[in-house]
């Protein structure tokens, strides 16, 4: 007889369920629970709550909320709130039981505004400190990269900021009020200033537009990674129309002081190859393995027929530039803002010279500029051409390229809120689940090779009881034959200790 579906009738109590039993031995969020303090909240937010009214969640429930967002790449707080009760390893590791009331999915956008971006940031540099901890860094060579992600906004949202015709808005006028509320909110004073002030996105005014083929709304990520286990150690948001190379001394020292560990040499790109960052390495005694700027306007020079910087040849004694054409360059103008002198021939002489059409464009004359620090800036420079350099930079293309695509799994490449603060703590919670699953990876694998080594001990014991058992057995054979079954088991036993 065939068998009818029964409308299931649920039942009406629930005995013996163990939330602990239910979730496996190896789930990563009973790793994460293990290994990871997220009491620490308690007392980092304290003050910013009331001493009486409604009673709040605690603090460490809200970060774990926070980290399952990322973690399990749910897409809104509104969704993870909904999928909360159907998964029971999210229910137990928040340490709710099957009949927890769940929060309203507001309560993590009133946190985040509460706290700002602080305690995140103290997440996720406990986090690297417990890396330090556990041997994972090194520190005595960072690798760092960029990377843009777009914004929470769309391109019709922009403006044109000198555009009479739209401050004379009213909802200008309204943009302008939230952005000074915005700057009032904000706790740590802005490091970098926006290339482009004039466009600006009205539903995410911290957003910058770049143009790499179509102009997109987005934000940069700064990432400083230790080569030994691939641990982020420092990382940093700002718009995405700044300039990189100012990042890369914030990042440096960020590494700096969250690991305890002085950084002796850090691997860039061309991007962060600038004389301001060559000399700031130089006055810190740090390497600067990174691709030089100058090459890059040396080619472009050599690719437009003409003679590059490296064409003339600079006389410390006299203080002059000999010219392709045997002229000298003499000082001519001292620019303090670029931190340089200029140095040309004279007008007549260039107007005369026959190499004049492989030499410059510029009526007046070929000028060359030297910086006031020329000497420590070559120094630099040919460390940076060095063979380990150039090893290193290869390196850190894969190494960075890994740390970011890895990020990828969590939602990465879209900024899941609106505002630069809300950038960094997305930032920051990424960065952390990434050294949290190195912690965890690593932790298992010394594990394994605890248990491997146990094994490998246990055989051994093994066979040299079996040595001696057989040297006492064959008491019959000759005795330099058990003599050397009981110096074989000698032998064994010795390799154990
Ligand atoms: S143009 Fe002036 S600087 Fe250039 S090669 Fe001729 S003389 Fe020298």
Redesign the pocket.
């Known amino acids: 007889m065939m068998g009818m579906d029964q409308k299931p009738q649920g039942s009406l109590f629930h005995i013996g369920i163990d939330m602990e039993k239910r979730v496996r031995a190896n789930h990563p969020l009973r790793k994460v629970r293990e290994r990871i303090d997220f009491d620490f909240t308690y007392s980092e937010v304290k003050d910013r709550y009331g001493h009486n009214g409604n009673v709040s969640i605690p603090p460490p429930v809200i970060l774990k909320l926070m980290l399952l967002l990322i973690f399990y790449n749910v897409r809104s707080e509104r969704e993870l709130m909904d999928t909360l009760p159907e998964r029971m390893d999210w229910m137990w590791f928040l340490g709710y039981d099957l009949e927890t009331v769940i929060p309203n999915h507001s309560v993590l956008s009133k946190a985040r505004k509460r706290w700002g971006e602080e305690v995140f940031r103290s997440f996720f540099e406990r986090v690297v400190l417990q890396c330090v901890e556990s041997g994972l860094v090194d520190g005595r060579k960072i690798f760092v990269d960029s990377s843009l992600v777009d914004a929470d906004a769309s391109n019709n949202s922009i403006i044109d900021t000198k555009n009479l015709k739209q401050q004379l808005h009213r909802n200008y006028r309204k943009l302008e009020s939230r952005l000074a509320e915005a700057g009032e909110r904000t706790s740590s004073p802005r490091k970098y200033r926006k290339t482009n002030d004039r466009y600006m996105s009205t539903t995410d005014p911290d957003a910058g537009i770049v143009n790499r083929g179509k102009a997109k709304l987005t934000y940069q990520v700064h990432r400083a990674v230790d080569g030994q286990s691939e641990i982020i150690t420092a990382t940093d948001a700002a718009p995405g129309d700044v300039n990189e190379a100012s990042l890369m001394l914030p990042l440096l020292d960020q590494h700096n002081e969250i690991t305890g560990l002085k950084a002796a040499t850090i691997v860039c790109d061309s991007k962060y190859g600038t004389i301001e960052n060559f000399l700031a390495c130089h006055d810190r005694g740090i390497q600067a393995h990174t691709p030089d700027l100058h090459e890059v306007a040396v080619k472009r020079m050599k690719k437009q027929g003409l003679?590059s910087e490296d064409c003339?040849v600079y006389d410390p004694v006299g203080d002059t530039y000999r010219?392709?054409?045997?002229?000298f360059?003499k000082p001519k103008s001292l620019h303090r803002n670029r931190s340089g002198r200029d140095y040309?021939?004279p007008k007549k002489?260039?107007?005369?010279?026959?190499?004049?059409d492989?030499?410059?464009k510029n009526k007046t004359?070929?000028t060359?500029m030297r910086h006031l620090r020329q000497a420590d800036l070559e120094m630099m420079r040919e460390a940076s051409r060095s063979p380990e350099s150039k090893r290193d930079i290869r390196t850190r293309q894969h190494l960075m390229e890994r740390s970011f695509a890895r990020a990828t799994r969590y939602n990465f490449d879209r900024a899941r809120w609106r505002g630069l603060w809300k950038m960094k703590i997305q930032e920051y919670m990424t960065c952390a689940i990434q050294n949290i699953q190195v912690l965890i990876s690593q932790a298992t694998k010394r594990k394994n090779c605890a248990v491997a080594r146990a094994s490998a001990w246990s055989n051994r014991l093994i066979t040299s009881v079996f040595f001696l058992l057989l040297a006492l057995w064959s008491s019959n054979a000759p005795l330099r034959r058990r003599y050397a079954l009981v110096e074989c088991a000698f032998q064994k036993t010795e390799s154990i200790a």
């Open positions: 003679f003339f010219c392709p054409a045997g002229n360059l040309a021939a002489i260039c107007a005369a010279c026959g190499l004049r492989q030499c410059t004359g070929r060359i």
